[in-house]
C-alpha cells in the first residue's frame, strides 16, 4: 500500500498544474544542450526532525532572517530574497538517513566578503556549535559544518573568477589548502 504524499509537498507542485510530456514538445526545436549560464541555487529546503531547533540554529546561529513561518516550516534568508534555506516537518518530522545513505553531503551559503564569513564563524564557535573544518579552495574560502540534523554545511566566500587557479588549458583547478581561522576573525576586515 502506498503511502499518500503530504498535501503540501512542493516537490508535486499545484494538483491542476498540467505537467507536459514527450509528446506535448516533440515539435519544439530542440533546446540547448546546457543550462543558461547565469542560472545559480535559488535555495534548499530541509526536511529537519525539529523545526524550532533547526529555525534556531539557522536564524540565531547562522543569522538568516525569518522571511515566513507556520506550523510545519520555516523560511529564512540573508538580505531581501524570498528564501534560502527552507526547514519543513511536512508529514511528520524527519528521521536520521543510515550512514552512507545516499543524499545529500552539504550546501554552500556564498558570503559577500571575509568580513561576513568572520562575523559568522564567530557567532557559531560562541554558541558552543563545533565546526568540522575549513579549507582555502583557491576559487573559495570555505568553512565546513554540520546542523543539528546533521546536515552538512558550507559557508564560503568566493575570490574573482580572475583570481581562480586554472589548468594550462583553462579548467578551474581547485585545491585543498590550509585557511587560517584565526587569521579571519583576527583581521577585523
Excluded: C
Excluded at 516537490?11 to 507536459?20: A, N, V, W
Excluded at 542560472?39 to 547562522?62: E, K, T
Aim: net charge negative; proline share 10%; hydrophobic share 40%.
Amino acid at each position: 500500500m502506498s503511502e499518500e504524499p503530504p498535501p503540501n509537498d512542493p516537490l508535486r507542485g499545484h494538483p491542476q498544474s498540467r505537467l507536459l510530456t514527450a509528446a506535448d514538445v516533440a515539435d519544439l526545436p530542440p533546446a540547448p544542450d546546457t543550462i543558461a549560464p547565469w542560472a545559480d541555487v535559488g535555495h534548499v529546503n530541509l526536511r529537519v526532525q525539529d523545526l524550532q531547533r533547526a529555525l534556531s540554529f539557522y536564524r540565531d546561529v547562522i543569522g538568516l532572517t525569518v522571511t515566513q513561518k507556520d506550523e510545519q516550516s520555516a523560511f529564512l534568508a540573508a538580505g531581501d530574497y524570498h528564501h534560502h534555506v527552507a526547514l519543513n516537518v511536512w508529514g511528520g518530522p524527519a528521521t536520521s538517513p543510515p550512514q552512507g545513505a545516499a543524499g545529500l553531503h552539504h550546501f554552500a551559503l556564498r558570503l559577500p566578503d571575509r568580513q561576513s564569513l568572520a562575523e559568522v564563524v564567530v557567532r557559531i564557535i560562541r554558541s558552543g556549535h563545533d565546526l568540522l573544518g575549513a579549507t582555502d579552495h583557491g576559487v573559495n574560502l570555505a568553512v565546513y559544518l554540520r546542523d543539528p540534523d546533521g546536515n552538512g554545511l558550507e559557508l564560503m566566500v568566493d575570490r574573482p573568477s580572475s583570481e581562480w587557479p586554472r589548468t594550462p588549458d583553462g579548467e578551474v583547478s581547485m585545491r585543498v589548502d590550509p585557511f587560517d581561522l584565526d587569521a579571519l576573525v583576527s583581521s577585523g576586515e
